[in-house]
């Protein structure tokens, strides 16, 4: 079936390390590729996306991504991480041959940082 | 602030009741989403409505509903409730409904708790 695969379910990492998180599609066509983070009791904001173009996109909050195309992979990445950056990741896809805006996400990835 | 504005915000329910989740979209927006995130199932797609018409089904429970009034606002319909309708329904919204590479914006969510 197809989906969105994000591998690591709970991440813990100290102040300042460097994060990658892992996000994998299982579309065959052309995508538009988004990341979402959802703040401890809070509604889910867009940090990046891609529609086309540069394949390394850059977000708010120091959060950039690549996507890269042969891989099926759209993977977040972020140089060194701060205690505020405590929430919930959500990789998500809208397959253009769907012929409307279905988001569809991975399972999420739970980061915790400890200062 | 997203722009999305849902009502109510908490809500507790007994099974086999009924409950109406409102949702205005950012303003000049005419599509409409609406998605259930859960424990155990995390974030699903449900429906969504452009400019007053269906236009896409997910996994969207035969005993709930929704509709898009006139003035775009919707309401999700939720009926027979279960234990396990306990879940944040997220709304969300963008400009267009098609391929076009909108972003999609989320409201903070209804957070239902049925008893």
């Known amino acids: 079936a197809q989906s969105v695969s994000q591998h690591n379910h709970h991440v813990i990492l100290s102040e300042a390390a460097s994060l990658e998180l892992g996000c994998n599609y299982s579309?065959?066509?052309?995508?538009?590729l988004f990341w979402y983070v959802q703040y401890p009791g809070q509604h889910l904001q867009l940090l990046l996306k891609?529609?086309?173009?540069?394949?390394l996109v850059k977000g708010i909050k120091g959060f950039e991504a690549e996507f890269i195309k042969s891989k099926f992979s759209f993977n977040l990445r972020k140089p060194s991480v701060q205690w505020s950056d405590t929430a919930e990741y959500f990789c998500?896809?809208?397959?253009?041959?769907?012929?409307?805006?279905?988001?569809?996400f991975g399972t999420g990835t739970r980061l915790l940082v400890s200062p | 602030d997203s722009g999305v504005t849902q009502t109510p915000k908490h809500l507790i329910t007994a099974t086999g009741q009924r409950v109406t989740l409102r949702c205005s979209p950012r303003?000049?927006?005419?599509?409409v989403y609406w998605y259930q995130q859960s424990l155990d199932q995390g974030l699903q797609f449900l429906i969504q409505?452009?400019?007053?018409?269906?236009?896409a089904k997910g996994n969207i429970l035969e005993r709930f509903s929704a509709q898009q009034f006139p003035d775009l606002h919707s309401e999700l319909n939720l009926s027979s409730l279960e234990l396990g309708d306990s879940a944040l329904y997220f709304c969300?919204?963008?400009?267009?409904?098609?391929?076009?590479?909108?972003?999609?914006?989320f409201g903070e969510g209804s957070w239902l708790t049925v008893v």
């Open positions: 303003s000049g927006d005419l599509s």
């Open positions: 891609y529609f086309s173009g540069d394949p």
């Open positions: 969300a919204s963008s400009v267009a409904g098609g391929v076009s590479g909108n972003t999609i914006y």
């Open positions: 998500a896809v809208i397959p253009r041959n769907t012929g409307f805006q279905k988001l569809v």
């Open positions: 579309y065959g066509g052309t995508v538009n």
């Open positions: 409505y452009y400019n007053g018409e269906e236009r």
